[in-house]
């Protein structure tokens, strides 16, 4: 892509320009924002670095490309973490830079910049690029700030202290000096005292007089005045002011690989200054708008989309898909906008809207289509509508017409409170895949980590890792460790239930890698932590393989984790049983216990995958099918009726593993019944096989949502050749 780099003259926005072009971009254009008083150094900015504006100029000259400046007029104004258009912010300052970079340039797809650890800089960064249709690229989010050091020393960053504000940095002593010099200083002032060694923490200020970029030559500062702001006898702060300093022209433009294609523009614009003048910003356009589709709420027909919700509890999920007797669908576009429109509604009914969503999962009958999908959701999922973030979410390809459904189906979990913590970057970066779209990495609410489906994305570059199935899978969980490691979590440690959707296209003979990988990739983790000194509880996970026909992006695989968030001084615990009766005509048996994988978690938490194979239901079917019957041929002889029993059969073990474990059914926060649709059942005569069984249990106050999903195979392996797999989640709060 080409880029324009904000540059603030730092050593973090020269080396993330660095990494913009290893990882195959180009950068066309520069842009800094600086004081409106030439001769104020710093401002009380949130935002933007200033000490040393007044050499930024000459970053054109030195790189051979146009630079584009605008004075701050603005303030900080919306001091929220998550950031809204604000007239006045210093923010639409950056948005009107850009703004006008874009339109001398209109070829530029992406803006680079240098956070490291900020989410308040990366927020609105990736708002203004969100705002102008470009991608936001931050190489050095969430790197280990003693590597990255290194590292920009290593690839040539000549940079100098401008700032200085920490407990054993003296502006006289260290103003002015190398990182390379200063380095192991700063490592020996993180060992006392804690400082970033970046200075992410504010800790200090750099100015880049040098770096590979640099092609056409390098800043040599002649003289500079120290200026005391603060004389405070334990953390003293003070700036380097430039006086005088001159451009010494390199013999040979040794340059970065790919600098030589920095650019497109014409060679006479080569080095050119561009100030962007200053507009008022009282009145700068709401990023709030209003979409129709979005709005518009609509009473469906009798003969509409069908839904069904759980209503009475903290935690509840909401389902919408056009059944087989519906009208005819007209297109993914048109059924997935009455889908939305449906639970838009149902939402409204209960006083709640998108902001209480937590988690989508986006079910589509061809992943050719993801595109208008993906259109489509955001005309109603929006980050206005959304202030405290997206929810997040994942998205398959689903046989939904084999069963006899329209072209879209999802499935949403929703919450009456917002006590929500979001993780949503949208940056690209080397730390885990973006989420540019409408959704976030991660959601979590009362301890509970709902992650979005993980993808084998390289990071740096989006593109799926190359090596067949099984290197996609060890990608998408390092990602998955990335996004859990911002929870202060890991997946090795705190998972419940790994979901892993596998596309039919991975070939029968690599499948079994795939659940060989994961279980080696986590005990890898737990190895290498143990080694650390570190000792955490470890959850006794649960696994569920999907088969499907495809996945975004013709991915070989998805990775859905769930996650059990501890307390500091939480320790896992076991839930006191219950004692139930009910008329279920079955006694139980040794075997059934081999269809059941649980996990409970400290009395809160009760996650199960129950797994019906052909040989169980020849066990529980014997008396119709006849005791000479082989399993292999079940799946072509299963009636209505040996279904009905096998349903009754599913719900009596889940209740018994619930009661055991002192849970209620009104404590269910999601029940998936998997079905092959090799077996010929309509969805609706499934669901209301389920259903009636519901309804002879004696304790249900309440139905508890359950969801049909029609799949190609599923199981606890990956043979994934289950007559019925359910997933049940409970949640006591």
Not at 46 to 60: K, L, P, R, W
Not at 179 to 195: D, N, P, Q, R, T
Not at 230 to 252: M, R, W
Not at 551 to 578: F, S
Request: aromatic share 8%; proline share 4%.
């Amino acid at each position: 892509m080409k880029v324009v780099a904000l540059v603030s003259g730092g050593k973090d926005s020269c080396y993330a320009m660095m990494k913009c072009i290893q990882y195959g971009h180009q950068i066309v254009a520069l842009a800094n924002l600086m004081p409106v008083d030439d001769s104020v150094d710093e401002l009380d900015s949130f935002m933007y670095q200033t000490v040393g504006h007044q050499i930024i100029v000459s970053y054109a000259n030195c790189m051979g490309i146009p630079l584009f400046r605008r004075r701050i007029q603005g303030s900080t104004r919306h001091q929220k973490l998550s950031y809204r258009a604000t007239s006045g912010d210093e923010v639409e300052d950056m948005y009107e830079l850009l703004k006008e970079v874009k339109k001398k340039i209109p070829s530029i797809e992406a803006v680079s910049s240098g956070a490291i650890a900020s989410d308040y800089q990366r927020l609105r960064v990736e708002s203004v690029c969100s705002r102008l249709g470009l991608v936001s690229l931050a190489y050095l989010w969430k790197q280990d700030q003693s590597l990255l050091l290194q590292e920009m020393i290593d690839n040539g960053i000549v940079a100098i202290t401008v700032k200085v504000a920490a407990m054993g940095l003296n502006p006289t002593k260290h103003l002015g000096k190398d990182i390379s010099f200063l380095y192991s200083y700063f490592h020996k002032l993180k060992e006392l005292y804690g400082i970033n060694v970046c200075g992410e923490g504010g800790e200090y200020e750099t100015l880049t007089l040098d770096c590979p970029l640099f092609v056409n030559a390098r800043i040599v500062l002649e003289e500079f005045q120290v200026i005391l702001h603060s004389s405070d006898s334990i953390a003293p702060v003070g700036i380097l002011h430039p006086l005088a300093f001159h451009l010494e022209t390199k013999a040979e433009s040794a340059s970065l690989s790919g600098c030589d294609k920095m650019n497109d523009l014409h060679h006479e614009n080569m080095g050119l200054v561009y100030e962007v003048q200053a507009e008022s910003l009282e009145g700068c356009e709401d990023a709030k708008q209003s979409v129709a589709d979005a709005t518009v709420l609509t009473k469906a027909a009798d003969n509409g989309p069908q839904i069904s919700t759980k209503k009475e509890v903290l935690t509840f999920a909401i389902s919408c898909w056009f059944g087989a007797s519906e009208k005819a669908s007209f297109g993914l576009q048109d059924d997935l906008k009455s889908v939305l429109r449906k639970i838009e509604g149902e939402l409204s009914g209960h006083g709640l809207d998108w902001r209480n969503v937590l988690y989508v999962h986006l079910y589509i009958s061809d992943m050719n289509e993801f595109a208008v999908a993906n259109d489509t959701y955001v005309k109603f999922i929006t980050q206005e509508k959304c202030p405290s973030g997206v929810p997040s979410r994942s998205t398959i390809e689903l046989p939904l017409p084999q069963v006899g459904l329209g072209k879209a189906y999802i499935e949403v979990l929703v919450t009456k409170n917002q006590e929500k913590r979001v993780l949503h970057v949208q940056s690209i970066s080397c730390w885990a895949p973006s989420c540019i779209g409408p959704y976030s990495q991660a959601t979590l609410h009362k301890n509970v980590l709902y992650m979005a489906g993980q993808l084998g994305l390289y990071p740096p570059t989006m593109s799926l890792s190359k090596g067949g199935a099984v290197a996609e899978l060890e990608q998408a969980l390092e990602n998955s460790e990335a996004v859990a490691n911002c929870f202060n979590c890991s997946i090795s440690t705190s998972s419940v239930l790994f979901v892993v959707y596998c596309s039919e296209s991975i070939p029968s003979s690599e499948r079994g890698k795939i659940q060989d990988k994961l279980e080696a990739f986590l005990e890898q983790i737990r190895s290498s932590s143990m080694k650390e000194g570190n000792s955490p509880e470890v959850l006794n996970h649960l696994s569920l393989y999907v088969l499907v026909p495809d996945l975004p992006k013709r991915a070989l695989v998805e990775v859905k984790p769930l996650l059990y968030v501890m307390d500091d001084a939480e320790t896992i615990a076991e839930g006191k049983p219950l004692t139930r009766t009910g008329n279920w005509s079955f006694q139980h048996e040794s075997w059934h216990d081999s269809c059941i994988n649980r996990c409970i978690v400290n009395g809160t938490i009760c996650a199960v995958v129950l797994s019906v194979t052909n040989d169980t239901a020849v066990r529980l079917c014997s008396e119709f099918l006849g005791a000479s019957r082989k399993s292999e041929d079940i799946q072509n002889l299963i009636s209505e009726r040996q279904m009905e029993r096998i349903s009754r059969f599913c719900i009596y073990l889940l209740d018994k593993i619930l009661s055991e474990n002192g849970f209620f059914w009104e404590e269910i926060v999601s029940l998936r019944v998997y079905y092959p649709v090799s077996l010929l059942i309509p969805l609706d005569s499934l669901s209301l096989m389920f259903k009636n069984v519901f309804e002879k249990l004696e304790e249900m106050r309440q139905q508890p949502i359950f969801n049909i999903v029609p799949v190609l195979g599923a199981g606890w392996s990956t043979s994934m050749d289950d007559l019925i797999t359910c997933e049940l989640f409970a949640q006591r709060t």
